[in-house]
């Protein structure tokens, strides 16, 4: 059973471009979270997604961030015209819908905005 | 809101030395409670839990008691490897919710010598 896949591992991007992170949960799993880590700092939760609904955004900047999980595919975390703030590790995890403590983490993406 | 305070990193110890990280938290209810480590390149793997007050969870040498008096939950392990060696998250879930947000201390970075 593949554990959580993210790609791209490494992704840079010019300020004003847009970045598409994916997030393929483990197989069963119906439920993503987003997370973010600045440099120097833990985890920040962003979005936590159901197939095709979006459940908990509380944690995503007002503008130029979106999350979706179509039915069909994997997660896709957007970030439109990106700034140098931007620049971060971007962890997706999944859970199974029965375990909401059993949170399987991917690898991460790595934004740099240059 | 629900915060997880660690103690400041570095830690640098020498293989069979006894390890302490401290983790304090702040929330309402009655959260679960977590230790992820996040080895070099890698996403965070889960490395302990404990649901109330008073557990105790434990995973290949490392222990965490969940102390409801002094909202603490420090991960122990009597003598490290150089194996160790990474990043170690306390993280909280907030009580009486139905899904897995987590709350994530800043890190803690583990270096073991031979």
């Known amino acids: 059973n593949a554990g959580v896949m993210q790609n791209p591992r490494h992704l840079v991007r010019r300020r004003g471009q847009e970045a598409r992170l994916r997030c393929s949960p483990m197989k069963g799993h119906s439920h993503v979270y987003w997370y973010r880590q600045l440099p120097e700092e833990g985890l920040k939760f962003m979005v936590y997604?159901?197939?095709?609904?979006?459940?908990?955004e509380s944690g995503m900047p007002k503008e130029r961030f979106s999350a979706e999980f179509p039915k069909e595919g994997p997660s896709i975390l957007r970030i439109q015209q990106v700034v140098r703030g931007d620049s971060a590790a971007y962890f997706c995890?999944?859970?199974?819908?029965?375990?909401?403590?059993?949170?399987?983490f991917g690898p991460g993406t790595r934004l740099t905005v240059l | 809101g629900d915060s997880v305070t660690q103690m400041e990193g570095p830690v640098t110890l020498s293989e069979e030395a006894f390890l302490t990280i401290n983790c304090t938290y702040t929330?309402?209810?009655?959260?679960?409670l977590f230790w992820y480590v996040q080895y070099p390149g890698e996403g965070l793997q889960l490395l302990l839990k404990?649901?109330?007050?008073?557990d105790k969870g434990s995973n290949k040498g490392f222990e965490a008691t969940y102390r409801k008096e002094t909202t603490s939950f420090h991960l122990e392990k009597g003598s490290v490897q150089v194996s160790d060696s990474a990043v170690y998250f306390c993280?909280?879930?907030?009580?009486?919710?139905?899904?897995?947000?987590?709350?994530f201390g800043q890190g803690t970075i583990l270096t073991v010598h031979p």
């Open positions: 995890a999944s859970s199974p819908p029965s375990s909401a403590d059993e949170q399987f």
């Open positions: 993280a909280l879930r907030e009580g009486g919710t139905s899904y897995g947000k987590l709350t």
């Open positions: 929330a309402t209810g009655y959260p679960s």
């Open positions: 404990a649901t109330k007050a008073d």
């Open positions: 997604l159901q197939k095709e609904n979006i459940i908990d």
